[in-house]
């Protein structure tokens, strides 16, 4: 294929792209859209019909329902602006996506190559980067943000202030970070799998995992700890029964939604937020879990609308905190928790809904060329794992990282197999 001036940004924003969201992940809308941008822009210049490129395929209708449900919750949201906002961010996403997804043939196969081991190599480094901030609590961070007064942060939470000037950073200040480092694992993997000489791949893939592990395992998110874990224990199963492990996921995907609310009753009920051995962050999940459940009692069918928690949280009376509780009773600013927050904001129906458009992306990965497939089950469970435990499933960092992960995971894959179908065929998120 001829390869367009356009062309030649993809390989730059592939190395760039992981490193620099590594430090910042908060840009990750902004690589998001300049790695769409490098991908379509050379496919409408061969000759690409744009039409085909943002013509929704069966992959994105079910997020596109989501997206349109969200909408129509704002007539009776809590708060209208933000439904409004998260339908317009959620299908802005999905569309890039997936468009970007069906440009990917504009690029041959050696550009691919280039742009995989170029994300591989930009994602190792950024992994370096975490593990020495995790190391000198932030020294790299706190001298920019010392040097740059716009970059300083006024607010004294997981920093230490004296003088005016960041003086340490704790390890949550981190956090997402190391939850970058846990969606950057499965597509690297997957593009050093492309290296010919088996030794040199080999100790690649080894050193990559170790340096994208190390900052996981010594940072203070568990929620991303338990990502790594299970993703890496999913793996070997998905190598072994492709298939049927690929069923699984989408069966356990829609079993979180049916499982979760009970599940948070009865974890509170054996009063596993009184457990001395679960972390503090774990016991004040299971008080927020349980409180939430309660609160989707209170509108079962339809939810209080997306992106609502915060308005219904201002909307209680001060929360109580019994003796020994490590958090009040309350919805906090979200659920942490994916199937809790989708139940709450969105109701039966949306619940519904979100399982579907899971269940329905999970069950393409079949359709992904044969040597993917164990990487994109692994990633799949790395991301539900950590929706599980950690975020609300709103913010803008977190959706469109999702998003760029596809587009990574997709080059890598494409470069890997010389049987894979056109992006337009093969995978869509």
Not at 30 to 48: H, K, M, N
Not at 288 to 298: F, G, K, Q, S
Not at 360 to 365: G, N
Not at 410 to 416: D, I, K, S, T
Request: hydrophobic share 60%.
């Amino acid at each position: 294929m001829t390869s367009f001036p356009n062309s030649r940004l993809v390989i730059p924003l592939f190395f760039l792209g992981p490193l620099i969201m590594s430090a910042a992940p908060r840009l990750t809308w902004l690589f998001l859209l300049l790695t769409a941008i490098a991908l379509i822009v050379p496919s409408l210049r061969r000759g690409g019909d744009w039409r085909q490129l943002i013509t929704p395929t069966s992959a994105v209708v079910p997020v596109m329902l989501v997206a349109a449900y969200i909408l129509l919750g704002a007539l009776w949201a809590i708060k209208p602006s933000s439904a409004v906002a998260t339908s317009a961010l959620l299908l802005a996403t999905a569309w890039i996506t997936a468009a970007a997804g069906r440009a990917i043939i504009s690029l041959d196969k050696p550009q691919l190559g280039k742009a995989a081991l170029a994300f591989a190599a930009g994602a190792f480094i950024g992994a370096l980067f975490v593990l020495v901030e995790l190391l000198t609590h932030g020294a790299i961070t706190r001298a920019i943000m010392n040097t740059v007064p716009w970059l300083k942060t006024t607010s004294a939470k997981r920093v230490a202030i004296s003088h005016g000037e960041v003086i340490k950073m704790s390890a949550a200040y981190f956090r997402q970070n190391a939850a970058m480092l846990v969606f950057y694992l499965w597509p690297g993997l997957l593009a050093l799998t492309a290296i010919e000489d088996r030794g040199r791949r080999a100790g690649l893939i080894g050193v990559f995992v170790l340096v994208v592990a190390i900052p996981i395992l010594i940072s203070e998110r568990q929620s991303s700890q338990v990502a790594l874990i299970g993703s890496l224990l999913i793996f070997p199963l998905a190598c072994a029964w492709r298939r049927g492990v690929v069923y699984a996921l989408a069966a356990l995907w829609c079993l979180g939604f049916v499982l979760m609310l009970p599940f948070a009753s009865v974890a509170y009920k054996a009063e596993l937020h009184m457990a001395p051995w679960l972390p503090t962050s774990a016991r004040a999940r299971v008080i927020i879990w349980e409180y939430t459940a309660e609160r989707v009692l209170d509108h079962p069918w339809v939810g209080i609308g997306a992106r609502s928690t915060p308005a219904l949280k201002k909307q209680n009376f001060v929360a109580e905190q019994p003796e020994g509780f490590v958090y009040p009773r309350t919805t906090g600013s979200h659920a942490h928790n994916l199937f809790v927050q989708t139940w709450l904001e969105l109701g039966l129906v949306g619940a519904m809904l979100a399982a579907f458009a899971g269940a329905a992306i999970v069950l393409r990965i079949p359709r992904l060329p044969f040597e993917a497939q164990p990487f994109a089950a692994a990633m799949f469970a790395a991301f539900g794992l950590a929706v599980t435990f950690a975020w609300s499933m709103w913010q803008t960092w977190l959706m469109c990282a999702v998003g760029i992960m596809l587009l990574y995971f997709w080059v890598a894959a494409y470069a890997r197999s010389p049987t894979v179908e056109p992006a337009s065929n093969a995978t869509n998120p």
